[in-house]
């Protein structure tokens, strides 16, 4: 593969000298999901060019391939003719998939260009809600009857198929179009010729409404391991089916979503590398200033606690390293239990199950960090006169109130997602900042709490 | 469908009455990964005895859609003979991933129980690197000749193809096993019976190397749109081929493994409501005890403030809601870099355009959270004498900080991750608890520096 910087200067000084034919010749070998990338950097004159000398096939196919920007760059210079050609070659959810992302008036200005036919498919498709299975699925599947044979069923698809994005199921159906069952392709190829095409039927089979979110989408293709599974509508007609490669972005999706949540931000929707920085700013400060506002209770909780601390700066220089490991504990809980949902793990209504284990784990890790904060005073005491006569008031000070924060903080974590969840929102919002900054205001209530408690009568 | 617990009693009851027609009869409308999760929870011996009374693909079948545990319960009560008859009957590709999970006695004991041929198999696949292309692939593949006829091929399919895995894909090979083109069965399908299978190659294909890390096929899997990928030696002979619905379940493990990370917390490899507790605080534990560690710099930091601090408490009170929003920036930043670098949006040499934004984002989200502290601050002082005559000062000291704090929350967050990745290791262990404990121990010294030279001559 040449180096791509050459492959786009040598495309460039092909389309200058107008000569297609060479063109063609050139881009034959390329892939196009390689390809798309490439000349998505094109300048727009020169990417219109290279479109209006293609098939219409390749072009479509290419044009699937390439990001957002370029298609809506692309579609602007072609003429009204190339663009409704190139439109109405594109498959179903892939056009769907691209009007989705259009303003409302330039996608209706597309709708316009379709054939009646291709029009009626995609309105249809749009019709339903975002982030839904009829916005996703194809239109494109295989239906064959129960009383027909092998032969029959095989003539069909050779006669019919061809266009069909996937064939690898075939959907038998009754009169009326009802779906009855779903039989790998595969069946009937190693099927002999005369069986009745019921004889390959197994009753196996599921389904999905086109208003289904792609979450549960994604739930049914896990568990059922097909590469495609039917979209019927609610009397059990066959109206569309669903690929499995859509799935892989689907989760893909989903997973940027949660992870974008859990770092404390609003799911972004686009590329970090070309969102719009305004856009950026905004998806970042709302949950900033939210966490800024609840931060500010630990300055009216330390507001109370001012007399100890002039009485003993040394309680200060511990506070962060204290309410901070309440809070690493904390979104490590929640972190845990906000996958583990998402993975259906456990019911809700087993929240029980997961406090028992936070009470466990939270207390053992609290043990563990009191005792290494204990030692780390206890140490620097023996060399220096750092923190004075009382230094074991203090270690046991940062000690006993380090068990309380983490397990504090860990069973809020683990607590607060299940919370959420049950109240109806997205569990995944119960981000990692968003519990440390809980856990920093009742972690210096805690510490402060302890140490008037510890240090009563000498230091305090 | 009846409630789940009702179905485990009759199942129980019908094992009890040593009743099997009536057993097999009851089972037969289940599906198998329906009925796995609900007979695993059986106990071990009616387990066994339901095994044992269906047929040889029926257990197989449900026994690769039931948990690890009850797997390995299962193995241990069945007889030599049983468990042989069983995991000659399981997929190659759920053998390997079964065998896979247990101690290496047990495997070499479970490889002796296989046939010499199935032995072979399990073996050669046994012998690639955790995580690897090998470990995951099935040998089950249909392979043509490309001098064949279309015809020949599909016949050829029907007499051979029964047990493959997956016939979506045909695979065109050459008389040394060469990969030469492969060509979706529908194109057989649809395609004149006497074309030479030559005809239907367009030179459109991929293939992966057996030692090629599990990440990198998903990465083609997406790029491809393909159900399936052949895997080729180092001679191109094919040996195997994955199939895209092993990719969903990869997918999602390597998203767990991320979203662990990015919680501060080693990826815990099992579901979290199972793991046992020890394994768990081990997990946790040492990311936690690393975290304090950093975080003891604080109490270092801040040593050298007593002096200001004591001057002025009110320093302190402000001293957490600074530093946690350096820390939540930072969170923002790093998980919003992390992912994008997961899915390959900019190239690590590209640093400087993340640092670019990050430059421009973060100011703009530090001016917004400096303005919103100092308005604070101003609020409270026009209602009441808590900050005393210089309060504008005070602000001044909160909102400035605050804007500097931000901005290197966001380029510590961002840059970090891309800094692990040029060192080799995995970017999502600069998680958000990894980037705060960083943030708060520089943003103290930002904070205390700030004040010293804005406080100076008033409360300093």
Redesign the interface.
Known sequence: MPPQNSVKTDIAALIDRHDLTALKKYLE?W?P?DLAPLIADLPVEELAALFRCGSRELDATIFTYMPLEAQKKLLKVLTQEQAAALLNALPPDDRTAFLNELPLDVAMQMLGMLTPDERQVAQSLLAYPDHSVGRMMTLDYVAVRPEWTVREA?DY??EH??D?E???MVYVVDEGGHLIDDV???RF???PLDRPVRGLLD??FTWLSPTDDREKA?GL???????ALPVVDENKKIIGILT??D???V??EE??E???K????EA?DE????IA?HR??KK??S???V???G??F??TA??HF?VE??KA??L??????V???G???G??A???????MA?G??RLNEWW??MR?EL??GT??GV??GA??FL?IALWSAFSD?YGPHWALIGATVGVSLVGI?LWGSLMGSMLPLLIKKCGFDPATS???FI??LV?VTG?IIYFSVAVLILRGTLL
């Open positions: 070998p892939l999901m095989l698809i050779r198929g061809y069909r996937t064939l690898n790998r392709v595969r190829l190693v099927s009753g196996n994604l293709f896990r568990k059922f391991d097909r590469v499995v490669d799935m892989l972005d989760a893909e997973a940027t949660d992870i974008q859990l770092g404390g931000t972004l590329p970090y590398i070309t920085l950026m700013v970042r400060a949950w900033l200033v966490l800024f506002l931060e500010m630990t300055a330390m507001g001012d601390i002039q700066a040394v200060a220089n511990f506070m962060p390293l309410i901070s490991s809070g690493n504990s979104s490590q929640s972190t845990l239990v906000i996958r583990a993975l793990e456990f199950r997961v284990r466990g784990v053992a890790l563990i960090l290494v904060g780390r750092v983490v981000s990692a900042p440390a900054t920093d210096l």
